[in-house]
């Protein structure tokens, strides 16, 4: 029976997903919040904000149906448990809007006590900036979750890359629970593309976030993988919403208030709209995954050239949209 649960655990997550996340974008749920546009936002319709609350659903099905099966490690379980607290506390926000404080607590808390329960041996330092790193992960994907189909498809491609590389690394849980991640994001996608019907809202992305690090660190911690790799997996959300807080912050904006600077933004904003946006996204997503699993079993010269060549990509796309985009503001400035 455990045997038929391992091969179930992936299937189950996408339908349950699919399945939850139908539900969410009908009127008559109760899980129907509606996201109202405002000058900030890149859409024009109100527009349900509970998606994800499938894509959650689908992947704490196909983590249950691998733990079920004696496959899912300790640490794995850990930061489920976390992010299912994260998502509770997402859900309640998407509804009440709940304070920053709050949220931030709850946040360093989880991020916490997955660190102190996962097993690293970690100094004060190195404790520190990983507790950091985890809450900014969950932050910035949530940051990152503003036009369609990009935050499921990071999920989407990520996670799958996790799947793949814990699989050749022989941490099988590790894998499988990557996997229910990745296909509870594709259950949502159906519905989150453009046009979408449903965004994913907090109750998602913040989870999301805090899974991309925590899992990235059961794998480092395991073996499947240097530091390195989870970074590269998710560069293309990390760059953009690093970068977009510095240069905020050195203009001396208050970082913490909506805003439309995203480099996924001004793409939009310039004419490639939500679907051309997405598709040159997941081009990144998709390169960066399969480059990242690619070089594993490498040496450490070839993946310093690879990190440093995909450096160079990244610098080039910045520079390329930072003149699109005063190209763009002068011509609309003209107009006005």
Known sequence: MSD?????????A???????????????????????????????????????????VGSLVGVGLTAASGWLPANV??????????????????????PARLRFLVQVLVAGGFLYGAGFSLDWVTGALLLVSL???????????????????MALFGFSAYAV???????FGLALASAAVAAGAAGFLLFNFHPARIFMGDVGSVPLGFLAGSLGLVGWGGGAWPLWFP??????F?????????????????VWQAHRSHYYQRMVRMGLGHRGTALRAYALMLGTGISAVLILPSGFSLQCITLTMWAIVFLVVGVWIDRRWRRFNAAETTKS
């Open 4 to 12: 038929a649960l391992r091969w179930l655990a992936v299937p189950m």
């Open 14 to 56: 996408w339908l349950a997903a699919w399945l939850t996340t139908r539900a969410c974008c009908h009127p008559a749920s109760r899980l129907y919040f509606l996201d109202h546009p405002n000058d900030r936002s890149l859409h024009s319709q109100p527009i349900p904000r509970t998606g994800g609350v499938g894509v959650m």
């Open 77 to 98: 379980l850990l930061a489920f448990g976390g992010a299912g607290v994260l998502a509770l506390l997402g859900l309640l926000d998407d509804r009440h809007t709940l």
């Open 135 to 153: 809450v900014w992960l969950a932050n910035l994907y949530n940051f990152m979750d503003g036009s369609d189909g990009l935050a499921g498809g």
């Open 165 to 171: 590389a814990a699989y050749l690394g022989g941490r």
């Open 231 to 236: 970074l590269l997996v998710f560069a293309p």
């Open 238 to 254: 990390v760059l953009d919403a690093s970068v977009t807080l510095l240069r905020r912050a050195l203009r001396g904006e208050k």
